[in-house]
Structures are given as C-alpha cells and as structure tokens.
C-alpha cells in the first residue's frame, strides 16, 4: 500500500496566488502519475525480493476523508510549469479502483490513464 496527499502538491503551487481555490479537493496529475510509478517500482522490488515468479495484480484509487459531496478537482501543469484547472474536465465526487495484471510497466501506465480517464483527461 502506498498513500500520498495528492491536494499537497497543489495547494503549496497555490495555483495563482490572485485565486482562492476552487471548491473542492485538488488533484495534481502529475502527482498522481508519480505516486502510480513508484507503486510499481516498489511492487517490483518487493517481487524481486520475494523470488515472485508471477504477474502481480496492482489497484490504484483516490480517496477523499472529506465529505461525499466535495468533488475532486483535476489540476495539470502547462508548459513550462503553470497549474491549471481544465474547464473541460470532470469532477467526480469518487473514483472507481483501477488497476491490472499485465506487466508492472503496463500497469502503472493503465493505472495512472484510468485515473485521469475519470477526470476526462488523457494523461
């Protein structure tokens, strides 16, 4: 299991400082695309270490302490490095658990596009 504040990165960019937040948890894609990438670099080594010879099977979600009705707001960096809130995007109040069993470099990759495909986003 490995958990992270997907909101921190945002929040501490502060989006634009003429701003106030928009209503609702931030979640920074590039973050989220991270936190999917170490996940398979940890289950590789953890596979490596345990001699596993199998596929693993790796699931990733974003959950919210807060309210059910506090939507989760997608935020993307631009080039070179401006956050932005798409206006196009989604902003679902939950997100399905994604995840497969293809090779570790397939599944973060699947993982991470289910995500942001939830938000209406490529990645």
Known sequence: MLAANLS???????????????????????YAGACCRDLGVLASELARYLRLDSNLL??????ATASKSTPLVPVVMHHPGFP????????PHTIQPTGGDHTLQESTQEAFADLMNQFGLEP
């Open 58 to 63: 790796l699931k990733a979600t974003i959950t």
């Open 8 to 30: 921190w990165q945002s929040l501490r960019n502060n989006l634009r400082g003429d701003e106030p937040a928009p209503f609702g948890l931030l979640v920074h894609q590039d």
């Open 84 to 91: 932005d809130i798409p206006a196009d995007a989604r902003r």
